[in-house]
Structures are given as structure tokens and as C-alpha cells.
């Protein structure tokens, strides 16, 4: 069992950065591949990020790349999820989850993770 507790969500303009933290609990968190997901009013909820456990691959949707950056301290048992360049489409819930066995293909998809943290809303202004 993983508990997941988001945190560093908030308001912030247009262009700005935020940096989401995700803690989880248990003393495997370097076996699970970590990811993150976010959830606007109305939508689909979406992959955004994900750091692959052993091969410390990183996948991203194609619209963060070259804004956000994934990573994980494994001995503080933590993922990041650092957003620079924000824009109002970025406003959402941002999920935290860990998943026991993913592959190339399935790694973008919400069903492959076994665990969710609660969300942090993140609202940027324009």
C-alpha cells in the first residue's frame, strides 16, 4: 500500500512557475514509477508527466514539454513535478500516482496506476 499526498499547489500568473511535491509513504517508493495527471472543469483527466522507476526515463505530454520537469528523490521518498512558463490552459488539479508495472505504452494512461494522491489545484491567471 502507497499513500500519496500532494502539495505546492496555488494561484500564479501567467508565464510564472510553480513546483508540485508529491510524498509518498512506504519504504518501496523507488520500485513504483511515478507520474502525474491533471483534471480541468469539465475534462478528461489527462497524463502530464511521468519518471520510469529503474531507468530513470522521464515521459512528458507534448503540451509541457520543454516546461515541465519530472523527478524524484528516492531517499526522501518524493516526487517533483517543477512547471515553469505557465499558461492559463495549464489551470487544473494536479495528481500525484505510483504504478507497480507500466511499459512504453501504457505509461500515458490513468487505468496503469495503481495508486492516487488527493490533487493540488494549481489556477493560472492570465
Known amino acids: 500500500q502507497v499513500q500519496l499526498v500532494e502539495s505546492g499547489g496555488g494561484l500564479v500568473q501567467a508565464g510564472g512557475s510553480l513546483r508540485l511535491s508529491c510524498a509518498a509513504s512506504?519504504?518501496?517508493?523507488?520500485?513504483?514509477?511515478m507520474g502525474w495527471f491533471r483534471q480541468a472543469p469539465g475534462k478528461e483527466r489527462e497524463f502530464v508527466a511521468a519518471h520510469i522507476r529503474s531507468a530513470y526515463t522521464t515521459y512528458y505530454a507534448d503540451s509541457v514539454k520543454g516546461r515541465f520537469t519530472i523527478s524524484r528523490d528516492n531517499a526522501k521518498n518524493t516526487v517533483y513535478l517543477q512547471m515553469n512558463s505557465l499558461k492559463p490552459e495549464d489551470t487544473a488539479v494536479y495528481y500525484c500516482?505510483?504504478?507497480?508495472?507500466?511499459?512504453?505504452?501504457?505509461?500515458?494512461?490513468?487505468?496503469?496506476?495503481?495508486?492516487w494522491g488527493q490533487g493540488t489545484q494549481v489556477t493560472v491567471s492570465s
Open positions: 500516482a505510483a504504478a507497480q508495472s507500466v511499459s512504453s505504452s501504457s505509461v500515458y494512461l490513468s487505468p496503469t496506476y495503481n495508486y
Open positions: 512506504g519504504r518501496t517508493f523507488s520500485a513504483y514509477t
